[in-house]
């Protein structure tokens, strides 16, 4: 059962820096392509980045380049979400999902399995 489980949320004051987790269970994660979502309230979920499965390769939403970084540890099963630079725009339930074919397209229907959402809230 493929199962995921973010962590690492919390309130930040603006210029802050969190890093989220997203443990995986029940596949391999390196075989996956990876993404971190995010919604905010009244807002559509959209795609902040993702890693691809075997290279790694990642992709950013111009929203947060330069500011946010995807890592994977292929030994722990956990992709991270290193957040720097905080704003408050950057308020939101953030979320990992899984695609099992690998490629990363930052669209929240190409990506099967979700974890349950952690809160960011990036306020003074």
């Known amino acids: 059962q493929v199962q995921l489980v973010e962590s690492g949320g919390g309130l930040v004051q603006p210029g802050g820096s969190l890093r989220l987790s997203c443990a995986a269970s029940?596949?391999?994660?390196?075989?996956?392509?990876i993404g971190w979502f995010r919604q905010a309230p009244g807002k559509e979920r959209e795609g902040v980045t993702c890693?691809?499965?075997?290279?790694?390769?990642?992709y950013y939403a111009e929203s947060v380049k330069g500011r946010f970084t995807i890592s994977r540890d292929n030994a722990k099963n956990t992709v991270y979400l290193q957040m720097n630079s905080l704003k408050p725009e950057d308020t939101a339930v953030y979320y990992c999902?899984?695609?099992?074919?690998?490629?990363?397209?930052?669209?929240?229907?190409?990506?099967?399995?979700w974890g349950q959402g952690t809160q960011v809230t990036v306020s003074s």
């Open positions: 890693i691809s499965s075997g290279d790694g390769s990642t």
């Open positions: 999902a899984a695609d099992s074919h690998g490629l990363c397209v930052l669209r929240p229907e190409f990506f099967a399995s």
């Open positions: 029940g596949f391999t994660l390196d075989y996956y392509a």
